[in-house]
């Protein structure tokens, strides 16, 4: 039976150093093809994207804040639910409830009342993203300003910034 084991071993070793390799090639042939692919200019948010090679959890994280920032935009009520569990009556609400556990994955200032002011929302971001560079930021959400996504936020928060 320990022969058994050991060949068992040998056989998920192999398929890791084969599922390596493979996900190796795919990192060569996604920097390729990055390299090589001509920008669609209808799609700036979605070539930065790729362009700075952003995983789809930070991109839901960003869209995540910036949707809370423009509910704040609005003048919506952002409201930190005390657990996990939404009622149906906080769900029908007009207001923006957050379960605990949601929370707990951003920065505390987004959840700020106010209108969100682009210093802010910079620092959020950096913060999701898990860099120090504003410039980045600031080309993040002029893609997104150019792909008219999140208009009304965008607009005041780059206007102003672009003079």
């Not at 390799?21 to 930065?48: G, I």
């Not at 409830?97 to 682009?118: C, Q, R, S």
């Amino acid at each position: 039976m320990g022969s058994v084991k050991k060949s068992e071993l040998d056989e998920l070793r192999d398929a890791i150093i084969e599922l390596q390799n493979k996900v190796a090639v795919l990192e060569e042939n996604q920097l390729r093809l990055r390299a090589t692919k001509l920008s669609d200019s209808s799609y700036p948010y979605w070539n930065y994207l790729l362009g700075f090679g952003i995983r789809d959890e930070v991109r839901r994280n960003i869209e995540y804040a910036l949707f809370i920032l423009s509910e704040r935009l609005s003048g919506n009520n952002i409201i930190m639910a005390a657990s996990d569990e939404l009622s149906d009556k906080m769900l029908d609400s007009d207001d923006i409830y957050v379960t605990k556990n949601k929370a707990n994955l951003y920065p505390k200032e987004l959840f700020d009342a106010g209108i969100p002011t682009y210093k802010d929302t910079v620092n959020i971001i950096m913060k999701i993203m898990e860099i120090d560079d504003e410039v980045v930021v600031f080309d993040l959400l002029l893609s997104i300003y150019w792909q008219s996504m999140f208009k009304e936020l965008m607009k005041h928060l780059l206007i102003p910034n672009l003079k």
